[in-house]
C-alpha cells in the first residue's frame, strides 16, 4: 500500500525551495561521464544567458541524464522521467505563469555535444507517468518540452524556473533489482532560442538560460530544478509540488 501511495505522490511535495537553491549553488553530485572536466558547467551549476535573452524570442525547458564516470548502466534498470515544466515570473504581474509542461521527447548526444550528433533512445512510455529510457556508454539522454519552444516577451521576464522529477524504476519487474548498481546523474536546464522555428545553426539561434545541479537518480522520486535570479525566488517562490 506504501509502494502505490508513493507512486502517486501522496506522500507529500516531491520538491521544496530548499531544493531549488540547492540546485543552482551546491555541486554536481558525481563526475560526468564523457564530459571534459574544462567544460564550464563539468563540476556545479551555472547562468548562462540568465534573463538576458538579447535578439532570441522564443524559450523552451530541457533535462539531460548522464552515467557517472567510470560506470556502466544495469541491465534490468531504466530512467523514469515525468512532470518537465517551465514557469516565467511577468514583471506586469509579479505572477508566475504555467509556460510548458506535458510530454517530453528527446535523444542519445554524444556526451560532450560535439558537433550535436545524436541518435534514438531506448524510450518507453510508463503507464504511471512519463517515459522511461536506458542509457548507454558514451551518450547521454536530453530531453525536453515534446510541445516545442513558446514565444516571450523579453521586456516582461523577471523570473525563469524549469523543474522535472525522476526515479530508477526496473526495465522488468519480474526481473533482478539491479538499481543499487545504478550511478545516473541528472539534471534540468532551459534554453532561448531565435524563434519558435529556428533551426539550430552551431549554438548561433540558441543559448540556454542556466544548466542546473546534477543529482543522482535514486529508487525514490528526486526534483531537478533551475530558477533565475535566485533572490527573486526567493522573496517570491514558484509552484513547487
Given at each position: 500500500m506504501l509502494a502505490l501511495i508513493a507512486a502517486v505522490g501522496l506522500l507529500g511535495p516531491v520538491n521544496s525551495l530548499k531544493t531549488v537553491i540547492g540546485d543552482m549553488t551546491l555541486p554536481h553530485e558525481g563526475r560526468l561521464s564523457g564530459l571534459p572536466d574544462t567544460v564550464d558547467w563539468a563540476a556545479k551549476p551555472r547562468i548562462g544567458m540568465g534573463l538576458d535573452p538579447g535578439r532570441f524570442r522564443a524559450f523552451i525547458p530541457w533535462g539531460q541524464a548522464y552515467l557517472e564516470r567510470g560506470t556502466d548502466f544495469p541491465p534490468n534498470t531504466r530512467v523514469q522521467i515525468r512532470n518537465l515544466r517551465a514557469y516565467l515570473l511577468s514583471k506586469k504581474t509579479g505572477q508566475w505563469r504555467l509556460v510548458s509542461s506535458g510530454d517530453i521527447e528527446g535523444a542519445a548526444y554524444v556526451e560532450d555535444f560535439a558537433g550535436d550528433v545524436n541518435k534514438p533512445a531506448d524510450v518507453r512510455p510508463?503507464?504511471?507517468?512519463?517515459?522511461?529510457?536506458?542509457?548507454?556508454?558514451?551518450?547521454?539522454?536530453?530531453?525536453?518540452?515534446?510541445?516545442?519552444?513558446?514565444?516571450?516577451?523579453?521586456?516582461?521576464?523577471?523570473?525563469?524556473?524549469?523543474?522535472?522529477?525522476?526515479?530508477?524504476?526496473?526495465?522488468?519487474p519480474k526481473g533482478p533489482d539491479d538499481r543499487s548498481k545504478a550511478r545516473v546523474l541528472l539534471g534540468a536546464g532551459a534554453d532561448y532560442w531565435l524563434a519558435v522555428d529556428s533551426k539550430w545553426d552551431q549554438w548561433k539561434t540558441n543559448g540556454d538560460v542556466a544548466i542546473g545541479r546534477l543529482k543522482r537518480v535514486t529508487n525514490s522520486w528526486r526534483a531537478f530544478n533551475i530558477a533565475v535570479p535566485l533572490e527573486t525566488v526567493r522573496r517570491n517562490p514558484p509552484p513547487l509540488e
Open positions: 510508463e503507464p504511471g507517468g512519463g517515459v522511461s529510457v536506458r542509457l548507454e556508454r558514451g551518450f547521454n539522454y536530453h530531453f525536453w518540452a515534446r510541445a516545442g519552444r513558446v514565444p516571450i516577451e523579453p521586456e516582461d521576464l523577471a523570473g525563469v524556473f524549469v523543474t522535472v522529477q525522476a526515479r530508477l524504476i526496473l526495465g522488468d
